[in-house]
């Protein structure tokens, strides 16, 4: 019970803090701020699972989350906390969906690249990926969609002839309208903002995480877009 228990304490924290970041859009407040800020209090402290990002996977978090909400549901016992974790998680896996959609409007037509593919960096585990799941929605909205994963050399079932799989990141960028960061894979914080730029159609570029900030988000032609973080206006 405990185990599961402190999985489900860990789902509950992450998405506190995403619920609190999509507030953070709509007033002009920096999430990253409120998180610094709530772990300065010592009854939280450093370490709090409280950084604002992604919704969380269907791995270890989701199943034991679901499991105290089951034994609830088996002995009659109401779990109004537990159950909107997961309510909450699910609404905020369509972030990037809504940006996208808000941003760019009708999407048929358009060309989306997305960086990785995998559902964590250092794996070719494609099960339970995000990542696939918005090519899937994307191909859906008449997306043209070119991805690039250092891991993966083969798509899955249909994907394999709807999505293009690209040698390299700039490729699946070329003429593309947006480019998501969707795997946080360690090769794609060297690719310089100018060769993004002088690839892309349009410079929107949606990096949830803010895995890129410090090159991508950097520069001011660049449309960077992220979790928990008003959008300056382009080119500031």
Same mark, same amino acid.
């Given at each position: 019970?405990?185990? $599961? ?8 924290? *992450? &998405? ?9 859009? =709509? ?12 772990? %300065? ?27 105290? &909400? ?21 609404? $905020?896996? #369509? ?5 996208? =959609? ?7 037509? #358009? ?29 859906? =909205? ?5 991805? $690039?994963?250092?891991?993966?050399? *083969?798509?899955?079932? @249909? ?8 040698? %390299?990141?700039?490729?699946?960028? %070329? ?13 794609? #914080?060297?690719?310089?903002? =100018? ?10 570029? *949606? ?7 410090? %090159?991508? @988000? ?8 992220? *979790? ?5 206006? $382009?080119?500031?």
């Amino acid at each position: 019970m405990t185990k $599961h228990t402190l999985n489900a304490f860990l789902a509950t924290s *992450i &998405t506190f803090i995403n619920e609190l970041a999509t507030l953070c859009e =709509q007033v002009g407040a920096d999430a990253k701020e409120v998180e610094r800020g709530l772990k %300065t209090d010592a009854r939280i402290g450093p370490r709090a699972y409280l950084s604002p990002g992604t919704a969380f996977a269907g791995g270890t978090l989701a199943r034991d989350l679901m499991f105290l &909400t089951g034994i609830g549901a088996a002995h009659n016992r109401p779990t109004h906390l537990l159950s909107a974790v997961k309510k909450s998680n699910d609404a $905020h896996r #369509q972030w990037t969906r809504h940006k996208l =959609q808000s941003i760019l409007g009708n999407l048929c037509g #358009q060309k989306v690249a997305l960086w990785g593919l995998t559902y964590k960096p250092g794996t070719d585990t494609l099960r339970r990926s995000a990542s696939v799941e918005l090519c899937e929605w994307l191909l859906g =909205q008449g997306v043209s969609v070119r991805a $690039h994963d250092p891991a993966v050399k *083969i798509l899955p079932g @249909g994907l394999a002839q709807k999505v293009e799989l690209e040698a %390299t990141p700039l490729a699946a960028t %070329t003429d593309a309208v947006a480019l998501v960061v969707a795997t946080e894979w360690p090769e794609y #914080q060297f690719i310089s903002s =100018q060769k993004v730029m002088s690839s892309m159609k349009a410079s929107l570029v *949606i990096d949830p995480n803010r895995f890129l900030v410090k %090159t991508l @988000g950097n520069d001011p032609r660049i449309r960077y877009i992220t *979790i928990g973080k008003p959008e300056k206006p $382009h080119g500031q």
